[in-house]
């Protein structure tokens, strides 16, 4: 390409670290590359919870209008925050290596694990696993950029705060007092990096194809197929992980209520090459165990 390929971001540290790694995989490449910090709506509004705003891929809406405004060429965004159905002309042009996908807790200790405690974070899906787990527990809400959450779990009388563990080792800021929650389902496509730019724009498009990692897009595709046929457009507590091994591919998905009294989780194993509709197949189960009545109810407690 004879111009800087514009790449858009988030001007958070960790969206900046995102983006400066493309610009660096392309520039590789032989490309020319020059980054387009903006602000997300999702980084301007921090008093209220995500799930109250009601905004639709609220930390990617401000990118894609720059996009289809033609002010950047392509956007870089953690996947996880990604609406399952992208805008009309944008398309998703590569997903790079998946780093770790597990949530984490930051913690001042682990005594309270047994007895009353307080535990921050700003996602329904942390929040409902917590619960399901640690009912004696209350949860505060937790928004702004990992380096925002972590002072202010230092500055709060709360015990712990979850966090996703690639974030934080992405920008070497990982406390030393933190565990791994191996037992949580982590959001559709954690830990993994979308890419996207426009249907229209072939250059980037090719230039973007040799950046994306076959396994990571399958899986990734897997659980938000997972993802899309649960929620019907609705923010609920909802996880899935799938991995490769060798040829097959192990998912794990989970729907929970609000309060993580109700739990429905799947557990299957499909060979690689049988992987077309198995993630919608998956959610289908959920929603035959019981998950569309619960579904419902969530809907109906959301729009209070």
Avoid at 92 to 104: H, S
Avoid at 122 to 129: E, I
Wanted: proline share 4%.
């Amino acid at each position: 390409m004879s111009k800087p390929i514009r790449i858009g971001t988030r001007d958070s540290e960790l969206a900046l670290w995102q983006a400066t790694s493309v610009k660096i995989k392309l520039e590789e490449l032989g490309h020319t590359c020059q980054l387009v910090p903006v602000k997300a709506t999702g980084d301007l509004l921090l008093d209220k919870p995500l799930y109250e705003l009601g905004i639709t891929g609220i930390f990617t809406k401000t990118l894609d209008v720059a996009l289809l405004k033609g002010e950047i060429d392509l956007a870089v965004h953690s996947m996880k925050d990604v609406p399952t159905l992208l805008p009309k002309g944008i398309v998703q042009a590569a997903v790079l290596e998946r780093g770790n996908p597990r949530d984490i807790l930051v913690h001042k200790g682990l005594n309270f694990l047994n007895e009353e405690g307080l535990v921050a974070t700003g996602s329904l899906r942390r929040k409902a696993q917590w619960l399901h787990k640690y009912p004696l527990h209350e949860i505060t809400d937790l928004r702004g950029n990992v380096n925002t959450r972590l002072e202010k779990l230092s500055t709060n009388p709360w015990n712990a705060a979850i966090f996703a563990a690639a974030g934080l080792e992405r920008i070497g800021i990982l406390p030393e007092k933190h565990t791994t929650l191996e037992w949580m389902i982590p959001a559709p496509a954690q830990g993994a990096m979308m890419v996207v730019t426009l249907d229209k724009n072939e250059d980037c498009k090719k230039a973007l194809a040799a950046l994306n990692d076959a396994d990571t897009e399958k899986c990734t595709k897997v659980e938000r197929d997972f993802l899309r046929t649960l929620e019907g457009g609705c923010t609920a507590p909802i996880g899935a992980l799938a991995r490769f091994k060798e040829n097959n591919l192990y998912f794990r998905g989970i729907l929970l209520s609000l309060d993580g009294q109700v739990k429905f989780e799947i557990h299957k194993e499909v060979n690689r090459q049988a992987l077309d509709g198995f993630g919608k197949a998956c959610a289908q189960d959920i929603l035959e165990q019981g998950g569309k009545e619960l579904m419902t109810s969530i809907k109906a407690q959301l729009q209070k």
